[in-house]
């Protein structure tokens, strides 16, 4: 190889690393000053937008027993299908934030988190009324103390009773998880039996919201069940859902 093609492949190559260094470094000036990314809600599905418009409109009117069970019966859905769809309005509509200090939380507690709504301008106004619901019923059960850092942070709960009736039932099951939007609810066969069967559900060793869901839905709890018992949404905002269990899920 001679001297002359030796010197010009060192050339070149000066040349390509140097182009290579300079490139790199105009990548990164370029990333550092890329505005910070906005989390814009994803798409609506068809569950939420069933969901939805009576989030929005659950302080026009109350809702009884027997308007919730029609609307629960009405929704194509499986109970574990409105669990994820009611989580999955996290970042659609609303924005969960963890304080970072105890005057941010809000009633003074730093592990409460924080409810925004979505400031995203693809929000329409019935998804914005819906997220504005479940922010100010959520500030208000903490400030009541009916949801506390402790209930949000906690797995799913459960008290097992014996249950003492003529059917064949003799464990009755009760589990619940607390949650930003509310109180997911299930209630095993056996507990449904002993709910409706003058069951003191009062006497529960449950927390107060879900002893109210269970008696508000005592006299459906029969219809719902096909064997494997129910499950509740018990909404902060006043709305709420009833469907049949699947019987893997607190049995």
Do not use: Y
């Not at 819906?130 to 906690?154: C, I, M, P, Y």
């Not at 464990?171 to 609810?185: A, E, L, T, Y």
């Amino acid at each position: 190889m001679s001297k002359h093609f030796r010197r010009r492949q060192f050339i070149l190559s000066s040349i390509t690393g140097a182009f290579v260094t300079l490139l790199s470094s105009f990548s990164r000036k370029v990333l550092a000053q890329a505005p910070e990314r906005v989390t814009t809600p994803s798409q609506t599905t068809d569950l939420q937008k069933s969901l939805i418009p009576q989030i929005a409109d659950s302080k026009s009117k109350p809702v009884d027993v027997t308007e919730a069970a029609r609307r629960s019966r009405e929704l194509n859905a499986t109970a574990d299908e409105i669990d994820e769809a009611l989580d999955a309005l996290q970042d659609r509509l609303i924005l969960v934030k963890t304080p970072k200090t105890p005057n941010e939380s809000a009633a003074g507690t730093d592990a409460v988190p924080i409810l925004e709504v979505n400031p995203s301008t693809s929000l329409n106004s019935q998804e914005k009324q819906a997220a504005n619901n479940l922010v100010t019923a959520f500030q208000e059960k903490v400030r009541n103390g009916e949801v506390t850092a402790s209930d949000l942070q906690k797995d799913e709960q459960t008290l097992e009773f014996t249950v003492q009736t003529k059917q064949i039932c003799s464990n009755g099951r009760v589990c619940w998880k607390f949650k930003w939007w509310g109180v997911r609810i299930r209630l095993n066969h056996c507990a449904v039996v002993w709910a409706t069967s003058a069951g003191s559900i009062a006497s529960l060793a449950a927390p107060p919201p879900v002893k109210l869901a269970i008696i508000f839905f005592v006299s459906v709890l029969k219809a719902f069940d096909k064997g494997c018992g129910v499950q509740i949404h018990w909404l902060w905002v006043g709305v709420s859902w009833i469907k049949s269990k699947s019987c893997s899920k607190c049995n």
